[in-house]
């Protein structure tokens, strides 16, 4: 026969692990927001005083079927108020009118048609490699073809790149969520991705964490010709960290800001394209079964778990439990419902922060499945092999 759970079943030593679990999951959760605080902001700067002399920026954009994002980006580079930009469009076989919104801001952008891709090269990163092949800027500014900016943007990002010293810039613009999926989901990955790299470290000079924004970031051409650009991570299907940590290794100073009145992205457009990028993230970021089951258990402890206590109190009577869980209850919607609002979702989709969790460890166990037995990664009509990325 199964026991009944009575009163008082839960031993003093099982209240007091879990009074433990959750002074740690508090922890974790304020360690979030504490990360979020920390992050500098980057607001436009005043104007370039006359007579500056400033160095040549180049934009490289990868451009495949991005007709319905490419003008608005591609109108906003050309409203810079820095000067003129040199801007190169890398065309990578679209199947859409791509080429038409090019080729209409003709001569001032100009687009470059990608060479087949080599084996063993990633397209993005052999359409951004092609595309600094065929500039001569002085900087380097890597912009993903839905970004749209403000006319201080590049201007702004440049001055903080020399002012701070930096080898590598990069900005997180304000995330646009128009779509119930987005406004679930995003505020959550925007969590995940700030504590995983504990963003605002990247500014310090004591710390080895390395990240960059394939979104925007501007680098100088120098080091990123000594320190072999995008043909030294050709395969890696998250490149941005990975040149960022090559930049890290090589002792060169990173700088990270956000800066939402600088850049506006919409990242995706519907829930499936969302899956393929959370996917796509999970994938190629040093993908290992242990890792990725490691994220599964730490997802389910540090979100799910906790709001398993407070209904698991009241069942045995047990008061010690029954408050701790309201407690967590509590913390964990009011931090999301809070970060929510930061990020620019509706607060109230904060509260729906337990179904971001699940689209999240849905992702994870799908890539769990896909790279155990070797399987595939499709972005942007292409697909890459796994299997060299089953690592224990």
């Known amino acids: 026969?199964?026991?009944?759970?009575?009163?008082?079943?839960?031993?003093?030593?099982?209240?007091?692990?879990?009074?433990?679990?959750?002074?740690?999951?508090?922890?974790?959760?304020?360690?979030?927001?504490?990360?979020?605080?920390?992050?500098?902001?980057?607001?436009?700067?005043?104007?370039?005083?006359?007579?500056?002399?400033?160095?040549?920026?180049?934009?490289?954009?990868?451009?495949?079927?991005?007709?319905?994002?490419?003008?608005?980006?591609?109108?906003?580079?050309?409203?810079?108020?820095?000067?003129?930009?040199?801007?190169?469009?890398?065309?990578?076989?679209?199947?859409?009118?791509?080429?038409?919104?090019?080729?209409?801001?003709?001569?001032?952008?100009?687009?470059?048609?990608?060479?087949p891709l080599p084996p063993g090269w990633v397209g993005k990163n052999w359409a951004c490699w092609t595309?600094?092949?065929?500039?001569?800027?002085?900087?380097?500014?890597?912009?993903?073809?839905?970004?749209?900016?403000?006319?201080?943007?590049?201007?702004?990002?440049?001055?903080?790149?020399?002012?701070?010293?930096?080898?590598?810039?990069?900005?997180?613009?304000?995330?646009?969520?128009?779509?119930?999926?987005?406004?679930?989901?995003l505020p959550f990955y925007i969590q995940m991705v700030l504590t995983y790299f504990r963003a605002p470290h990247v500014n310090r000079a004591d710390s080895d964490r390395a990240m960059a924004n394939g979104q925007y970031w501007l680098v100088r051409r120098a080091d990123y010709d000594a320190l072999g650009g995008h043909a030294a991570v050709r395969g890696k299907v998250v490149e941005d960290v990975a040149i960022a940590q090559r930049y890290r290794g090589a002792g060169r100073r990173l700088r990270i800001a956000w800066a939402p009145e600088l850049a506006t992205t919409r990242m995706y457009r519907d829930r499936h394209e969302m899956?393929?990028?959370?996917?796509?993230?999970?994938?190629?970021?040093?993908?290992?079964?242990?890792?990725?089951?490691?994220?599964?258990?730490?997802?389910?402890?540090?979100?799910?778990?906790?709001?398993?206590?407070?209904?698991?109190?009241?069942l045995l009577g047990n008061v010690v439990l029954t408050v701790t869980g309201a407690v967590l209850t509590v913390a964990l919607f009011g931090k999301h419902v809070v970060f929510a609002r930061a990020v620019g979702a509706p607060a109230v989709y904060g509260l729906l922060f337990p179904v971001a969790v699940g689209f999240y460890l849905a992702a994870l166990l799908t890539s769990i499945g896909r790279g155990a037995r070797g399987g595939s990664l499709t972005w942007k009509r292409r697909r890459y092999a796994l299997g060299e990325r089953r690592v224990p």
């Open 275 to 314: 899956f393929e990028g959370v996917l796509r993230g999970s994938l190629g970021t040093d993908f290992s079964v242990a890792r990725q089951v490691g994220f599964v258990v730490g997802l389910l402890a540090l979100f799910w778990a906790p709001l398993a206590l407070l209904p698991l109190g009241l």
């Open 1 to 115: 026969m199964t026991a009944r759970l009575r009163p008082g079943m839960l031993s003093s030593w099982a209240v007091l692990a879990v009074e433990a679990a959750a002074v740690a999951v508090l922890l974790y959760q304020g360690a979030a927001l504490w990360l979020a605080r920390e992050m500098p902001r980057l607001d436009p700067a005043p104007p370039t005083p006359s007579g500056a002399i400033v160095p040549k920026v180049s934009v490289v954009i990868a451009a495949r079927d991005e007709e319905l994002d490419l003008p608005a980006t591609l109108d906003s580079l050309l409203r810079q108020d820095l000067g003129e930009l040199e801007v190169v469009v890398v065309e990578s076989g679209s199947e859409d009118r791509t080429r038409e919104v090019i080729d209409a801001r003709a001569p001032k952008v100009r687009r470059v048609e990608e060479p």
């Open 131 to 185: 595309g600094a092949q065929a500039t001569r800027g002085e900087w380097l500014l890597f912009l993903d073809a839905d970004v749209r900016l403000d006319p201080s943007a590049v201007r702004t990002t440049l001055a903080w790149a020399e002012r701070e010293g930096a080898a590598l810039a990069t900005i997180a613009p304000r995330v646009e969520m128009v779509g119930f999926w987005e406004r679930v989901v």
